[in-house]
């Protein structure tokens, strides 16, 4: 299958798009009974399936006649549309935040409850794409350099979805 391409070129940043949303979507398993601490952080989904769903459906998207300046915003949507809503919302603030934050801060930023922040700031945490940088006192997150870098690559200069 040949890389996937907008006119005669490669996309820059596939690669990086499909691999950020398959790492932000993946499961990590919890333990239900004993307190909901993480038991195991599964490896993440396969790229090449998800680059090849995006090449399937580039296919399309040319063949109906979408212009290629609004192709990337389309493949953008749909590799980040697979994340859990709350998860992307967090990933969202914390590559949009300069600087770190606690959990508190994410909880009243996004207006959700503690709780359901905490749980994905721990997921995103155990897949990479945060880092914890206190763990004593109030906990503290920022953005990983690795989600930054593909963040970057996928959505711009400017750090704001094009969709």
Known sequence: MAPLGIGDGPIPGANAQALLGAVCRSPVVRDRFKGDNIQRVPAAEGVGRILGQLGQLLVAVRVIGVPDREVWPLLTQISLDGMHPLRRRV?????????????????????????????????????????????????????????????????????????
């Open 91 to 163: 990933v969202e603030l914390a590559v949009a935040t300069k600087g770190q934050m606690t959990t508190t801060t994410y909880s009243a930023r996004l207006d959700l409850p503690h709780t359901s922040i905490r749980r994905h700031l721990e997921d995103l945490h155990a897949r990479g794409v945060l880092a914890r940088v206190a763990y004593t006192g109030p906990e503290a997150w920022v953005a990983s350099e690795w989600s930054r870098a593909r963040w970057g690559a996928v959505v711009g200069p400017q750090g704001k979805r094009s969709t």
